[in-house]
């Protein structure tokens, strides 16, 4: 029974690159959250995801960010022209229902982006 | 209002002894309170929660005191092991919302 899934666990990027960090959910899970860690601070909620639906991105820059989770394959977190800034560890999350069951959020290991 | 903060920072203590993290809320609506245990390099995983409908949690060597009236709650690892040396963090969120509000996180060293 496989847990959440994220790909690349390290990213390193110039600034001006993309990033593109992957979150395969646990298995029966159709629930999809992300996540920003940064340095010595908790967790910041950025996006929402269903199967084809965005349901909340209210957590998410206004701009370069993007996330999507096709019918098919993992949740993509997109981050256009990195800046250094961008620097983090990104956490996805999955859950069978969103909702009340909130404790059913189980994450996975993180990808560290770092850009140079 | 949205914010819990979240103490100490860094916390030692000694094996076998109690480990005590504190966090504390402005917003009254929220009704679940999870701590998540991060060890360097992995993902957060869920500790143990409580909602405020009672005011003690126990989970093993891990228990959550709530007091509503305060708007706080802690976390108590009792019999502190090197194991247990992680990062800790608090969260809360409201109602049916999914958004996990989390405190800054406590870095816990046991000390052997």
């Known amino acids: 029974n496989a847990g959440v899934m994220q790909n690349p666990r390290h990213l390193v990027r110039r600034r001006g690159q993309e990033a593109r960090l992957r979150c395969s959910p646990m298995?029966?899970?159709?629930?999809v959250y992300w996540y920003r860690q940064l340095p010595e601070e908790g967790l910041k909620f950025m996006v929402y995801?269903?199967?084809?639906?965005?349901?909340?991105e209210s957590g998410m820059p206004k701009e370069r960010f993007s996330a999507e989770f096709p019918k098919e394959g993992p949740s993509i977190l997109r981050i256009q022209q990195v800046v250094r800034g961008d620097s983090a560890a990104y956490f996805c999350?999955?859950?069978?229902?969103?909702?009340?069951?909130?404790?059913?959020?189980?994450f996975g290991p993180g990808t560290r982006l770092t850009v140079t | 209002q949205q914010q819990v903060k979240q103490s100490p920072q860094s916390l030692i203590v000694q094996k076998g002894g109690i480990s005590i993290i504190n966090c504390a809320y402005e917003?009254?609506?929220?009704?679940?309170f999870p701590w998540y245990q991060q060890f360097p390099g992995k993902g957060p995983a869920l500790l143990i929660a409580?909602?405020?409908d009672v005011s003690e949690k126990k989970e093993g060597r891990f228990t959550i005191s709530f007091n509503k009236s305060a708007k706080q709650f802690s976390l108590h690892i009792m019999d502190s092991q090197p194991g247990d040396s992680a990062t800790y963090f608090c969260?809360?969120?409201?109602?049916?919302?999914?958004?996990?509000?989390w405190g800054a996180g406590t870095k816990l060293i046991i000390k052997p």
């Open positions: 969260a809360a969120s409201k109602g049916s919302n999914y958004q996990l509000i």
């Open positions: 917003n009254t609506a929220f009704d679940y």
């Open positions: 409580i909602r405020p």
């Open positions: 298995k029966g899970h159709s629930h």
């Open positions: 999350a999955s859950s069978p229902r969103s909702g009340a069951a909130l404790g059913e959020q189980y």
């Open positions: 995801l269903q199967k084809e639906n965005i349901i909340d």
